[in-house]
């Protein structure tokens, strides 16, 4: 992971003469906050984004999350359509305008009209795609199988948002920031990002439909996971019980 992302970065020296604004980009540096490995996958593209738009000071994250679910809705209707490939592409750019919004408004240090509710639109845009597949699998093959299937998936992912919200309420930090397993598994954890690639790899090998049971296994073992240290974690945090 560490040599994928050096090399990325190599791309913006010549021969040991800096062609990036040091300054800047060591600003740059400081506005990661994903751990995850696809966060750290897209970092790369998000920071040169970024930095290309460092003085454009009227670009804010507002215009940045607006393009994003923009994109997304796209994405959405591309994927009821059955244009895997086109929208699967859309997809992983809106993944990584995803990241941008938030660096943006780090860089900036001013209050966005969207804020906290990004999240929100987050998940709205993602269950879409969810819902979209769903749709798009069942029209194709006119299987109910495809139907219980995706909302299986709509459901065990919403667990998992719950349970996460509620520990960050509960304990006052997000679950990645706690020691031990939730380290790891919130590196690995099933996510819109990665079932992305799930439904990208099986597209590629010609079996899109296939991407239904690696994701409810990747989405469950999440689930799973996360209730494990849901409950560790608010035991430790001697929470008051409602």
């Known amino acids: 992971m560490l040599r994928y992302i050096e090399h990325c970065y190599s791309i913006c020296y010549w021969e040991g003469d800096k ?3 040091s300054k800047k980009w060591a ?22 984004i970024v930095y290309l738009l460092f003085d454009f000071d009227w ?3 507002d215009h940045i999350s607006l393009l994003t679910y923009a994109l997304a809705a796209v994405t959405a209707y591309l994927i009821t359509k059955g244009s895997l490939a086109l929208g699967l592409a859309l997809a992983i750019i809106v993944g990584v305008l995803d990241g941008v919004d938030g ?11 969207i804020g906290k509710l ?11 795609w969810y819902a979209a597949f769903c749709w798009w699998a069942w029209t194709s093959t006119r299987e109910e199988l495809y139907i219980t299937l995706g909302l299986t998936w709509l459901i065990l992912d919403s667990l998992v948002r719950h349970v996460y919200n509620v520990i960050w309420i509960s304990t006052g930090k997000s679950l990645k920031y706690h020691c031990g397993a ?9 996510r819109r990002s990665v079932y992305i690639l799930h439904m990208l790899f099986w597209y590629l090998v010609g079996r899109p439909l296939m991407a239904f049971w690696t994701i409810l296994l990747h989405c469950g073992a999440t689930a799973i996971a996360y209730l494990i240290l849901g409950f560790k974690a608010l035991h430790s945090a001697k929470t008051i019980p409602s």
Do not use: C, W
């Open 182 to 190: 939730a380290r790891l598994v919130t590196k690995l954890d099933g």
């Open 59 to 61: 670009i804010g994250a």
């Open 27 to 48: 600003e740059i540096q400081e506005l990661q906050k994903g751990t995850h490995v696809i966060s750290l996958l897209h970092k790369p593209v998000e920071d040169l």
């Open 118 to 128: 990004e999240h929100s639109f987050d998940m709205l845009y993602e269950q879409s």
């Open 19 to 21: 062609v990036l604004n």
């Open 103 to 113: 660096k943006l408004a780090r860089l900036r240090k001013r209050p966005t009209m």
